[in-house]
T-cell receptor
Framework: AQKITQTQPGMFVQEKEAVTLDCTYD???????LFWYKQPSSGEMIFLIY??????QNATEGRYSLNFQKARKSANLVISASQLGDSAMYFC???????????FGAGTRLFVKA | DAEITQSPRHKITETGRQVTLACHQT?????MFWYRQDLGHGLRLIHY???????NKGEVSDGYSVSRSNTEDLPLTLESAASSQTSVYFC???????????FGPGTRLTVT
């Protein structure tokens, strides 16, 4: 069965430093997609980055990169050069190609300190 | 610009009443989803639809129903609202299986 685990309920990072948010997953489907979303205090869900299970390279989008370790079933989000505006809740999610539902982890709240 | 909207944004209702939350998207996406968000649970899938006249139950579908009469809309109905259904509800759409989902702004529902 699909499962997403985010073990860090809260994280602190100093402004301009890098931070890694952990995500592990479980699936028996060889084809799947992994997603990260950001939810600021205003409440909207913002898509950040996507990694396909067959992608050979780690996905990058600006200051966001996904450290994809398929054998370990981990898909950690790395945010470089943190900014105060990065303070938010971050959700890891997975969708199997054989199904249409996306499951979400419980989220990690990131606090960026000035 | 294409978008996904939800209405109302805030709703207070009484236990036992029927409530319908609207979701409208102009992306022309076939896939649409309803989630609820509660502290400590992330987002949990209520119902989803692959296209017109198609609906499917998610992991927390009890007490909820949806119908899909056109591509743009997927209204969520709470048949008889319960206090346990107090939550923030998000609608989302997606163009395909392994694509990102586009989320609406959310509806905060309080059942008293």
């Amino acid at each position: 069965a699909q499962k997403i685990t985010q073990t860090q309920p809260g994280m602190f990072v100093q402004e301009k430093e890098a931070v890694t948010l952990d995500c592990t997953y479980d699936t028996s489907d060889p084809s799947y997609g992994l997603f990260w979303y950001k939810q600021p205090s205003s409440g909207e869900m913002i898509f950040l980055i996507y990694q396909g299970s067959y992608d050979q390279q780690n996905a990058t989008e600006g200051r966001y990169s996904l450290n994809f370790q398929k054998a370990r079933k981990s898909a950690n989000l790395v945010i470089s050069a943190s900014q105060l505006g990065d303070s938010a809740m971050y959700f890891c999610a997975m969708r199997e190609s054989g199904g249409f539902k996306t499951i979400f982890g419980a989220g990690t709240r990131l606090f960026v300190k000035a | 610009d294409a978008e996904i909207t939800q209405s109302p944004r805030h709703k207070i209702t009484e236990t036992g009443r029927q409530v319908t939350l609207a979701c409208h998207q102009t992306w022309n996406h076939n896939n649409m989803f309803w989630y609820r968000q509660d502290l400590g649970h992330g987002l949990r899938l209520i119902h989803y639809s692959y296209g017109v006249h198609d609906t499917n139950k998610g992991e927390v579908s009890d007490g909820y129903s949806v119908s899909r009469s056109n591509t743009e809309d997927l209204p969520l109905t709470l048949e008889s609202a319960a206090s346990s259904q107090t939550s923030v509800y998000f609608c989302a759409s997606s163009p395909g299986t392994l694509y990102q989902q586009y989320f609406g702004p959310g509806t905060r529902l309080t059942v008293t």
